[in-house]
């Protein structure tokens, strides 16, 4: 595929030299955060205001999804002591609002359910006032790992779309009726709790199509919603098909509010955690 060039509004640069105390406290406390294995464009924007979204049981992933520059390999064991070491870095940096996340762990047999629920009992306990937000992986369909999940009371649970249902190629060993059915569950086992997907623009999808899965997540009850630009870790990556301008993710953010969603962020610097503290204020 030839090399596009960024448009004016994607020139974003990132300052490492702005990292230095963030990097030090996760070097720390061996922790790992999705900022920096994503390549995220808004780490030096994110990490200067002391905000960070935590990676939990390691940086490898077991699917082989071509859009994300997590590791694909096999994972190490899970690290007991994560979650108090996340819960220290929370309490150290003040935060009022965490985002937690991890690598899809197919091969473990909850999905790593249990470690999400030990962390956000990890935080509670020396940050009780600290909003916490997760974003899971499917868990492979099993309705107990996500109970697990919401018995620990997350103050928003989060499960990405990440694009419409023709190029789901993209994601593999995931399933569109597989998310929209993980957030379903997720408001009939946990209703107080708000769910939060994502979708990526850029990947060939049409206006319809992503209309059609904000409709989707309306049926589903979703309540929160990030719509973002997808840019390539790399070129051995799923390739930008198209740089969406800024008055299409505006357009899109003014149909999902009227559509029903509580809040919204889109944009084409929004992910998932993109001023996350915003969400359900």
Same mark, same amino acid.
């Given at each position: 595929?030839?090399?596009?060039?960024?448009?004016?509004?994607?020139?974003?640069?990132?300052?490492?030299?702005?990292?230095? &105390?963030?990097?030090?406290?996760?070097?720390?406390?061996? *922790?790992?955060?999705? $900022?920096? !294995?994503?390549?995220?464009?808004?780490?030096?924007?994110?990490?200067?205001?002391?905000?960070?979204?935590?990676? @939990?049981?390691?940086?490898? $992933?077991?699917?082989?999804? /071509?859009?994300?520059?997590?590791?694909?390999?096999?994972?190490?064991?899970?690290?007991?002591?994560?979650?108090?070491?996340?819960?220290? %870095?929370? !309490?150290?940096?003040?935060?009022?609002?965490?985002? @937690?996340?991890?690598?899809?762990?197919?091969?473990?047999?909850?999905?790593?359910?249990?470690?999400?629920?030990?962390?956000?009992?990890? @935080? #509670?306990? *020396?940050?009780?006032?600290?909003?916490?937000?997760?974003?899971?992986?499917?868990?492979?369909?099993?309705?107990?790992? *996500?109970?697990?999940?919401? /018995?620990?009371?997350?103050?928003?649970?989060?499960?990405?779309? &990440?694009?419409?249902? #023709? =190029?789901?190629?993209?994601?593999?060993?995931?399933?569109?009726?597989?998310? *929209? %059915?993980? +957030?379903?569950?997720?408001?009939?086992?946990?209703?107080?709790?708000? /769910?939060?997907?994502?979708?990526?623009?850029?990947?060939?999808?049409? =206006?319809?199509?992503?209309?059609?899965?904000?409709?989707?997540?309306?049926?589903?009850?979703?309540?929160?919603?990030?719509?973002?630009?997808?840019?390539?870790?790399?070129?051995?990556?799923?390739?930008? @098909?198209?740089?969406?301008?800024?008055?299409?993710?505006?357009? +899109?953010?003014? &149909?999902?509010? &009227?559509?029903?969603?509580?809040?919204?962020?889109?944009?084409?610097?929004?992910?998932?955690?993109?001023?996350?503290?915003?969400?359900?204020?």
């Amino acid at each position: 595929m030839p090399v596009v060039r960024k448009p004016e509004w994607l020139q974003k640069r990132v300052s490492p030299g702005s990292h230095a &105390e963030m990097e030090r406290l996760l070097g720390g406390l061996k *922790l790992h955060t999705v $900022c920096q !294995e994503a390549l995220c464009p808004n780490i030096s924007e994110c990490f200067r205001q002391k905000q960070a979204t935590f990676l @939990i049981m390691g940086n490898a $992933c077991t699917r082989l999804c /071509t859009f994300c520059n997590v590791r694909q390999e096999t994972p190490q064991p899970v690290d007991p002591g994560e979650p108090v070491r996340v819960a220290a %870095a929370v !309490e150290r940096l003040g935060l009022a609002h965490v985002v @937690i996340t991890s690598p899809t762990r197919d091969d473990l047999p909850d999905g790593g359910a249990g470690h999400y629920a030990a962390t956000v009992a990890a @935080i #509670r306990s *020396l940050s009780p006032d600290t909003r916490i937000e997760l974003l899971v992986p499917d868990f492979q369909g099993d309705r107990g790992s *996500l109970a697990t999940v919401l /018995t620990a009371q997350p103050d928003i649970l989060g499960h990405n779309l &990440e694009t419409v249902p #023709r =190029l789901y190629e993209i994601r593999k060993g995931a399933d569109y009726c597989r998310s *929209l %059915a993980l +957030l379903e569950d997720a408001k009939r086992l946990a209703p107080s709790i708000p /769910t939060k997907s994502g979708i990526m623009l850029g990947l060939g999808e049409t =206006l319809a199509e992503v209309r059609g899965a904000l409709a989707d997540l309306r049926s589903v009850d979703c309540s929160y919603l990030s719509l973002g630009q997808y840019l390539a870790p790399s070129r051995s990556h799923q390739p930008v @098909i198209e740089f969406v301008p800024p008055e299409v993710f505006d357009l +899109l953010r003014l &149909e999902a509010l &009227e559509m029903g969603f509580r809040h919204v962020e889109s944009g084409p610097y929004v992910r998932s955690s993109y001023h996350a503290a915003s969400y359900g204020q």
